[in-house]
């Protein structure tokens, strides 16, 4: 294991509260399935996240059609290791559409942590950061502390230009925090909250 | 519709029915069959063209665009076809239209044997997968398929696959 295995890790609930506090209606949230997506529910509902059950390893290529379609709206995807590692390949296709108004914000925390706390290839050494790095997303930061966590929540006010965010975390696993299960319902409040009719002809 | 159409013509036909139904994202992972398609979205500046490392990228891309509000097409080889399978899932569960159009390889003067395991497999995949299938052999087919998988994606929020048989496409060449 690296040596950042050695460091203090940022809380998983708390991050995602960090994240999301103030949050204004020009903010869409994805999270990926299972910890996350129990993390965003926990810091508050809200009509704009489209909260996943499923879908593992497309949470990052929702959010690009999601951010292609409303280019006034702000996208966060935030997602964990391993359900980004299977849809590694998303690094590169955002990489080359180059979305101003979207984040990959991974928090990791090197294991799969509804399945056991098997371990993930991040805690075998793979580096998301490199990844997204050499599939040309500018600004790629890596969130180790408070303080990293608050400028990337700072960020997350303003995205101008595609922006990736490692954010080291805490392995613990707190109660799981249960959103909204029917996907249908997910999807029409997500767009009757952008203004956009029940299955409208756009 | 009845009327003899240029074997060439029918990728601009395809195109003609993209613009009508205001497709906004044309997501592709590349096959010679689509060739001239994806040249035309690429040279439409109200089109994003979008390059995809997998197919089943563009099934979560077809999602979070319908999020959004776009109309957007999925373009691949039959082979990408089973590497989807999972993530429609995510169509069936949130009802999100899928408009996908598909050049079938392995099933007509087909030199490469190994296109012929998921080739033979497609029309059945689509249906276990809940798609409404619209097969395609004739060029003057092409553009009516392609408005009634319009129509049953986007008006029924449902999976449609316009199915482009390896006869209307013609062999690949493999000497050059």
Known sequence: ?202 | MNAPVNAQAWPDRLYDVFKRARIRQVAYVPDAGHARLIERCRADPDIRDIVLTTEEEGVALAAGAWLGGDRSALLMQSSGLGNCVNMFSLMRSCRFPLLMLITMRGEWEEFNPWQQPMGSIVDDVLKLCEAEVYRVREPGEVEGAAERAVQQAFGNERIAAVVLSQQLIGKKVWTK
Do not use: H
């Open chain 1, 1 to 202: 294991m690296s040596s950042a295995s050695l460091e203090p890790r940022l809380e998983r609930r708390a991050a995602m509260a960090a994240l999301v506090a103030g949050r204004d209606d020009d903010l869409l949230v994805v999270p990926g399935l299972g910890s996350t997506t129990w993390d965003l529910a926990a810091a508050g509902d809200n009509d704009r996240n489209f909260y996943l059950w499923g879908a593992m390893g497309g949470a990052a290529m929702i959010g690009l059609g999601l951010a292609l379609a409303q280019p006034q709206k702000r996208v966060a995807v935030i997602t964990g290791d391993g359900e980004m590692l299977m849809g590694m390949g998303a690094f590169a296709t955002i990489g080359v559409q180059q979305p101003k108004n979207m984040a990959v914000i991974v928090f990791d925390n090197g294991v799969y942590g509804e399945t056991g706390m098997q371990p993930s290839a991040t805690q075998g050494g793979v580096d998301l950061l490199a990844i997204a790095r050499g599939c040309g997303i500018a600004t790629c930061l890596d969130v180790r502390d408070e303080a990293g966590l608050a400028d990337l929540a700072g960020r997350l006010k303003v995205l101008d230009g595609t922006l990736f965010a490692r954010v080291l975390i805490d392995p613990a696993e707190p109660p799981r925090v249960l959103p909204e299960r029917d996907g249908v319902v997910l999807k029409r409040r997500v767009r009757a909250a952008l203004g956009l009719a029940d299955g409208a002809k756009v």
